[in-house]
């Protein structure tokens, strides 16, 4: 079992969101689905989903949830958002949430996959805050490796594709791209969509 501590990645997303002024909620992001305040909002309701199933709480939130949407932000979501991300990686910092099975999205799932798939879900949409308010993003190779490795299960060039797919098919990389190029290119993104 792999426990791999989330604390860094989700503090650093916490902050991006903190930071991010009402003027960039209505950006575009690498995700094409979303924008900022899209994202953020689907932040807020990830964070939850991922301490209920670190808990293995089951309820509302194990089940599918809407898409991110900014017209339900709370008022107080630089706050809070950032707040209940560090809350779930308190939870997952826990041994045993990562062991036995738990619910997300409405499947039941081994828990250390579901752990896996949250460092995955902080790299990328970290990334993908951090390029669409042009601010710099980096992350530990610990939690880097988790999300590559997860990634690496179900990445394909044949994925759905379009601008409602949150992860799209995996992109072409050169064999020296860096750890975290990977990982954006598994997920689907442009490891060079600029920033800002």
């Given amino acids: 079992m792999s426990i791999v501590d989330l604390g860094p990645a989700a503090q650093r997303l916490g902050e991006l969101v903190a930071h991010t002024s009402d003027d960039e909620l209505s950006r575009p992001t690498p995700c094409p689905a979303y924008t900022v ?92 805050m951090a390029r669409a308010t042009g601010r710099p993003y980096d992350c530990e190779p610990e939690v880097l490796d988790a999300a590559e490795g997860f990634l690496g299960q179900f990445a394909s060039p044949d994925a759905p594709a379009g601008p409602e797919v949150p992860f799209g098919p995996m992109r072409p990389l050169r064999d020296d791209a860096c750890s975290l190029d990977r990982v954006i290119a598994l997920a689907g993104r442009d490891p060079g969509w600029p920033a800002g």
């Avoid at 706050?79 to 308190?90: K, N, Q």
């Fill in 37 to 128: 305040g899209d994202l953020i909002e689907h932040l807020g309701v990830m964070a939850l989903s991922f301490a209920v199933a670190a808990r293995k709480e089951g309820g509302p939130y194990a089940e599918p949830l809407p898409a991110g949407d900014a017209a339900r932000l709370p008022a107080d979501w630089r706050s809070a958002i950032p707040r209940d991300l560090g809350a779930v990686a308190t939870a997952w910092a826990d041994p045993a949430a990562w062991s036995g099975m738990t619910r997300i999205a409405g499947s039941d799932a081994p828990a250390e996959m579901i752990g896996l798939s949250l460092a995955d879900e902080l790299v990328v949409h970290g990334w993908d």
